[in-house]
């Protein structure tokens, strides 16, 4: 699994799949939509104002196939609502964040009576194609968890490996990320790393690795040239952010900062992926967010 083309040829091997998106009535996530029906790779509910979707449709000359299905309601929260029910009675297998705050459908998720709340706490993981490494990558956590402790961090790692080996990464290299590769007691990361690479010393379906600067997880010339040897080595499949902060710069200067990147964003942890994506994210990186969820 080198690029996105590879993941496309995958999904293209799977039985299609029902996304519910809440809130549809968004021109970029209505192109995305647009885009996976010619593909031919899901099927869909959109939950929204049906005038102002059938409008974005038809300005893109898209007349509704069987497998689309729009659903008229009121507003955002209940276009949330609804799309939440859909996936957790089987009615749909993905959800799809539309026009609705993240905080609104985040609410129905953990709604306690009809949510996707499981044992394992949510996290986002991000996937990077990256022209310069030439090959995909993972980074965990740009959007969800704050300041994680050990045990939410032993969740992070889980859910990103969960979701490395449904793309057929058979024994992930995890990456976990601090400013230096020593332990440092006045650096609390250094040392929470350390502790994570010893609680999976054993494992033998994963190589969990920290702590490890950017450099040396992702560049073999940079291991090499600082002398620095590691099982990984600079080929790391997943990048362990251990703040928020670090995860979500990370992650926008990928994006925005680095040529030809292309990104895909879920939620993972729940009953079902969940594909929250930027507003700022263009419909492709929302159609790649769809094809992530799908393969889950």
Known sequence: MKNFTDLLKLIKTKPRKMVAVAACEDKEVLEAVIEASKLQIANFYLFGDKTKTLKILNEKNFMLSEGIEIIDVDDAVSAATKAVQYVNS????????????TKVILKEVL?????????????????LEIPKLKRLIFLTDAAMNIAPNKDELIAIIENSVTLAKALDFKKPKVALLSAVEKVNEKIPSTVLAKELENYYKDSDDRIVEGPMALDLA???????????????????????????????ALY???????????????????????ILTSRADSHEAKLYSIILGLLM
């Open 90 to 101: 089987g009615k749909a297998d993905v959800l799809m964040k539309g026009l609705v705050d």
């Open 111 to 127: 709604n306690k009576e009809y949510g996707l709340r499981s044992n394992s706490i949510l996290s986002h993981v991000v996937l």
């Open 218 to 248: 992702i560049s073999k010339d940079a291991a090499i040239t600082k002398g620095v040897k590691t099982k990984i080595q600079g080929d790391a499949d997943i990048i362990v952010a251990p703040y928020i902060e670090v995860g979500n």
């Open 252 to 274: 926008k200067g990928f994006v925005f900062g680095a040529a030809g990147v292309k990104n895909a964003g879920i939620i993972v942890g729940a009953k079902k992926p969940i």
